[in-house]
């Protein structure tokens, strides 16, 4: 099968009364994303470039969003189950790459532990790992505070 690359993009408005957890991360903020799950924009960019590169559809067929079972659930779980379903359909994980788009908070203290978080989550060398931040120069949504968004490119190797 060789090498395969994915794309994954996700967005979560911002609420009040939630955690901000991103990358596996809780970080202080006085807000959180609206979603089932965590809500963590990075983790669900990073499954769905890892199901798109197997060419196994997108996190809702595995994880659907209407499930119970996966409300507030932590996406580092679903890392760690997306992880073992490719390993069923003999794909590795070989890189991931990930922009974080967003006016604050400022990610970079944090990006360390997240890299950390995510490569424990996927059994994954953290030096195959990139997580990095900009903003949108006040530009649409992101730049206007109302969420944050993430887009993850991901390389798997087929291991038929």
């Known amino acids: 099968m060789g090498l395969r ?6 967005a979560h408005r911002r609420v009040s009364g939630r955690k901000l ?3 596996g ?8 994303l609206a979603a089932h799950s965590d809500g963590d924009v990075i983790a669900h960019a990073i499954l769905d470039a890892l199901f798109g590169a197997a060419a196994l559809g997108d996190k809702g067929r595995f994880f659907p969003p ?14 760690q189950e997306c992880r073992k379903t490719l390993a069923d359909y003999d794909f ?13 908070p400022q990610l970079a203290p944090y ?5 950390r ?13 990139s997580v990095k931040g900009t903003t949108l120069e006040r530009m649409g949504f992101t730049g206007r505070n109302e969420g944050i968004a993430a887009l993850a490119v991901a390389l798997v190797k087929g291991l038929e």
């Open 5 to 10: 690359i994915g794309i994954g993009v996700d």
């Open 21 to 23: 957890v991103l990358g």
């Open 25 to 32: 991360v809780e970080l202080p903020a006085e807000f959180g």
């Open 66 to 79: 209407t499930d119970p079972a996966y409300h507030n659930i932590s996406s580092l779980v679903l890392l």
């Open 92 to 104: 590795e994980i070989e890189n991931i790459d990930v922009s974080v788009m967003c006016e604050e």
């Open 111 to 115: 990006v360390p532990e997240m890299v």
């Open 117 to 129: 978080q995510l490569g424990l989550a996927l059994a994954l060398d953290e030096r195959r790992i």
